[in-house]
T-cell receptor, first 114, second 114 residues
């Protein structure tokens, strides 16, 4: 069975600083997709970043980057130069190559402090 | 272009009743997925439909059903409502099967079962 674990229920960071959110997952699949989603207080879920498991290179999107460790089944999100608008719930998610199942973690509530 | 739309925004039902939630995907998107998000938890995958066929099903009872119409809009039906069905129901659309392509989420329907 596939599982996604986020062990940090809440985190805070000073504006302009860097923060790393942790995620581990468990699967027997060799190829799959990993995601970080952001859900601001307005509740509309937004994709932050996406990683394909067969790609060695870590994905990057502007201030957001991931550290993908396939052997360790770890997929952490680094947010650089944190901004007040980054305050939100962050969910790590996983899907198989066929895309017929999705698994989300329990989320990390991030607060950016001015 | 309009994003994913869901109706109604809020809904209050009593135990044992039936409910239908509706979702319109982004124009051109052929895949729709449904999720249940209980307060304080991550989304739980319910269904994925692609080209009007069910392509994935999560661990939900048969009281939950869905369908996708020729215009790619979708309905989620829940029969014999239980208190535990109270949640935010999210719909997401993607060009093809989710995973290979980005999912775009709607604002959700807040269902309260009394």
């Amino acid at each position: 069975a596939q599982t996604v674990t986020q062990s940090q229920p809440e985190m805070s960071v000073q504006e302009a600083e860097t923060v790393t959110l942790s995620c581990t997952y468990d699967t027997s699949e060799s190829n799959y997709y990993l995601f970080w989603y952001k859900q601001p207080p307005s509740r509309q879920m937004i994709l932050v970043i996406r990683q394909e498991a067969y790609k060695q290179q870590n994905a990057t999107e502007n201030r957001f980057s991931v550290n993908f460790q396939k052997a360790a089944k770890s997929f952490s999100l680094k947010i650089s130069d944190s901004q007040l608008g980054d305050t939100a719930m962050y969910f790590c998610a996983f899907t198989t190559q066929t895309g017929n199942q999705f698994y989300f973690g329990t989320g990390t509530s991030l607060t950016v402090i001015p | 272009d309009a994003g994913v739309t869901q109706s109604p925004t809020h809904l209050i039902k009593t135990r044992g009743q039936h409910v239908t939630l509706r979702c319109s995907p982004i124009s051109g998107h052929k895949s729709v997925s449904w999720y249940q998000q209980v307060l304080g938890q991550g989304p739980q995958f319910i269904f994925q439909y692609y080209e009007k066929e069910e392509r994935g099903r999560g661990n939900f009872p048969d009281r939950f059903s869905a369908r996708q119409f020729p215009n790619y809009s979708s309905e989620l039906n829940v029969n014999a409502l239980l208190l535990g069905d109270s949640a935010l129901y999210l719909c997401a659309s993607s060009l093809v099967l989710a995973g290979r392509n980005e999912q775009f989420f709607g604002p959700g329907t807040r269902l309260t079962v009394l």
